[in-house]
Structure formats: structure tokens, C-alpha cells
């Protein structure tokens, strides 16, 4: 079993629709979260951070951390064709923390 | 402010050459890590480095393949006598501060795609 499940997609939406996107993962030492956004051939960038359980809002996009299920979101309003992208969730425990375990990544299409 | 710099952007090999992948940090910036990138999997961490010291290597391949950051200049990712199954996206990241600091964000460069013929 990997330490990090994403659906690898792929995901189609129409513009302006809300996209969810999740990972769940099986170490509970994990205590920082992160999503990155990765085009085509490009490197990720970093999108969102988080420390623990709870919620982060940035702009269209909402990073949730439920630490009980082991489950963690990423949401985007009002989609554009610009968010078309993979991706990426990762984490890391405070040991170690240097070293972030991804999620294979999740295709995501945003239709005009 | 420049971001992760990597070069080259594409490197091709034949099989049982050397490859050298370099990369130079965010300013400000004296955390190194490696990450490889299979095609159609996720990033798989590789290497931490600081300036002058392997912090954590347990993601490297045991043989062939070495990293170092030294004092001046970039770092570089060494892949000795490559092999077909090396051809991959290298990606470097660097970071501000060490996990004592309670900073972990890791901003990724452009990678190195690397082609062995």
C-alpha cells in the first residue's frame, strides 16, 4: 500500500464548476500538507500549506486537513481554463520533514 | 528574485555514460533536495542536502548515483554509467529554513529531463 492514494483522474469540469480533489494517506505522523500545481513539462508550484487539521482559504482555492480520516482536499471555485493541470498533494512528519511523500497527482481538464 | 534554477533543461545519454544535473537554490535559500520523477507517477524524494553536508540520501539508488552542494556554486546530481531506466524528470527544490524552524515549503525548479538512448 502506498503512503499517499490520488485518484490519477483524469478529471473533466466546465468552467466556473467547483473541483475537489483529494488524497488520503496512511502515516499519522504526517502533520504538513501541501498542493502543488504542475503544467505540462513545468515543475510544481507550490499552491497551498498546511499545518495539521482545518481548513485555508487562498483566493479560489480551499486546502482541508481532516488528521482523524486521514484524508486531505483540495477545492477550487469557479474553475478556469487556466487551472487545467496536474495536481499534486504531498506531506511530510516533523521527523524528517525535509522529506515530502507526493501523491501520484490528479489530471485535471477544465473545459470552456 | 530568481527562482530554482536547473540545467540543462534536457540532457541526452547513451548508456554507460555520465550524467551531471545542477542546480542553483532559490537567493536566500540553503536547503537542496532531489526528486525524480518516473513518467506517470508522482515525485519520489531522493536527497537533502545543505551546504557542505548529505543531510538525508535514503531515496538514492544504492550505487551510481551521488549529490553534493558545496560550498560555492550549485548542486550537483551525479548519475554514473546511466542505464534505460534512469530516463526520467530530475527536479531540485530548495527551501529557506530547516524543519527546526518549523518552515517546510519547497519551491521546485523547472527539472531536467534525462534521456538515456
Known amino acids: 500500500q502506498k503512503e499517499v492514494e490520488q485518484d490519477p483522474g483524469p478529471l473533466s469540469v466546465p468552467e466556473g464548476a467547483i473541483v475537489s480533489l483529494n488524497c488520503t494517506y496512511s502515516?499519522?505522523?504526517?502533520?504538513?500538507f501541501m498542493w502543488y500545481r504542475q503544467y505540462s513539462r513545468k515543475g510544481p508550484e507550490l499552491l497551498m500549506y498546511t499545518y495539521s487539521s482545518g481548513n485555508k482559504e487562498d483566493g479560489r482555492f480551499t486546502a482541508q486537513v481532516d488528521k482523524s480520516s486521514k484524508y486531505i482536499s483540495l477545492f477550487i471555485r469557479d474553475s478556469q481554463p487556466s487551472d487545467s493541470a496536474t495536481y499534486l498533494c504531498?506531506?511530510?512528519?516533523?521527523?524528517?520533514?525535509?522529506?515530502?511523500?507526493f501523491g501520484q497527482g490528479t489530471r485535471l481538464t477544465i473545459n470552456p | 528574485n530568481a527562482g530554482v534554477m536547473q540545467n540543462p533543461r534536457h540532457l541526452v545519454r547513451r548508456r554507460g555514460q555520465e550524467a551531471r544535473l545542477r542546480c542553483s537554490p532559490m537567493?536566500?535559500?540553503?536547503?537542496v533536495y532531489w526528486y525524480r520523477q518516473l513518467p506517470e507517477e508522482g515525485l519520489k524524494f531522493m536527497v537533502y542536502?545543505?551546504?557542505?553536508?548529505?543531510?538525508?540520501e535514503s531515496g538514492m539508488p544504492k550505487e551510481r548515483f551521488s549529490a553534493e552542494f558545496p560550498k560555492e556554486g550549485p548542486s550537483i546530481l551525479r548519475i554514473q554509467q546511466v542505464v534505460r531506466g534512469d530516463s526520467a524528470a530530475y527536479f531540485c527544490a530548495s527551501s529557506p529554513q530547516s524543519y527546526r524552524d518549523s518552515t517546510y515549503e519547497q519551491y521546485f525548479g523547472p527539472g531536467t529531463r534525462l534521456t538515456v538512448t
Open positions: 502515516n499519522s505522523a504526517f502533520q504538513y
Open positions: 504531498a506531506m511530510s512528519a516533523p521527523q524528517g520533514a525535509q522529506k515530502l511523500v
Open positions: 537567493k536566500g535559500h540553503s536547503h
Open positions: 542536502l545543505q551546504k557542505e553536508n548529505i543531510i538525508d
